[in-house]
């Protein structure tokens, strides 16, 4: 089955400086990755994914991941963070079994300190 | 605009009633899907549902009944069976099928939060 793992409940970061939310995955065959973010008592916004192509892909509002496959790791990446980055991220991979649901790791609350 | 419409935004409910929570899209997918969020425990699973008339147990269906009565609509029932239903709930919808166009992203509501007294 596939499965992803943020291995850090909470990252905290000042203002201006480089973050990364951190992103492993398990699966058989080609991953599709997704990073989405979630403010308090919202649904998730998508930020971005990776499908195939680029191992380095931007997304919304600055952010960028990168598919390292032989660390089977895909991080979530900003050179400069702002206080309005500050929420909870999941990384999800897709489920190519049957429904091709997402599967979402646990979160990462980000906080970014003036 | 098109997007996913959940309501109500906020409910309580004492002990043994049932609830229902409504989804409703006009992005024209197929799939449709719920999951229950907790803190620390991320996106779980509930119920999800391929095309109209059918659906599937997610990873924690227990307690929970859903019905794909019309392509636009995914209304999830929780029951008094459900042990610990105060949580929040997303609904979210995808393009079905196998092709190019089917990256499998999810596009979600805002949520309910459903609070047992």
């Known amino acids: 089955a596939q499965s992803v793992a943020q291995p850090e409940d909470q990252v905290n970061v000042a203002e201006g400086n480089p973050l990364t939310v951190k992103c492993t995955y398990s699966?058989?065959?080609?991953?599709?990755l997704f990073w989405y973010v979630q403010y308090p008592n919202r649904g998730l916004q998508f930020l971005l994914k990776y499908i195939t192509g680029d191992n380095l892909v931007k997304g919304s509002y600055g952010f960028e991941a990168e598919f390292n496959k032989s660390q089977t790791s895909f991080h979530l990446k900003k050179p400069s963070a702002l206080v309005s980055d500050s929420a909870l991220y999941f990384c999800a991979v897709r489920d190519l079994q049957g429904a091709q649901k997402l599967v979402f790791g646990q979160g990462t609350r980000l906080t970014i300190n003036p | 605009d098109g997007g996913i419409t959940q309501s109500p935004k906020y409910l309580f409910r004492k002990e043994g009633q049932n609830v229902t929570l409504s989804c409703e899209q006009n992005?024209?997918?197929?799939?449709m899907y719920w999951y229950r969020q907790d803190p620390g425990q991320g996106l779980r699973l509930i119920y999800y549902s391929q095309i109209v008339n059918d659906f599937q147990k997610g990873d924690i269906a227990e307690g929970y009944s859903v019905s794909r009565e019309k392509k636009e609509s995914f209304p999830l029932t929780v029951t008094s069976a459900q042990k610990n239903p105060t949580a929040f709930y997303l609904c979210?919808?995808?393009?079905?099928?196998?092709?190019?166009?089917?990256?499998?992203?999810?596009?979600f509501g805002e949520g309910s939060r459903l609070t047992v007294l």
């Open positions: 992005l024209n997918h197929d799939a």
């Open positions: 979210a919808s995808s393009i079905r099928g196998t092709g190019s166009a089917n990256t499998g992203e999810l596009f």
């Open positions: 699966v058989s065959g080609n991953p599709y």
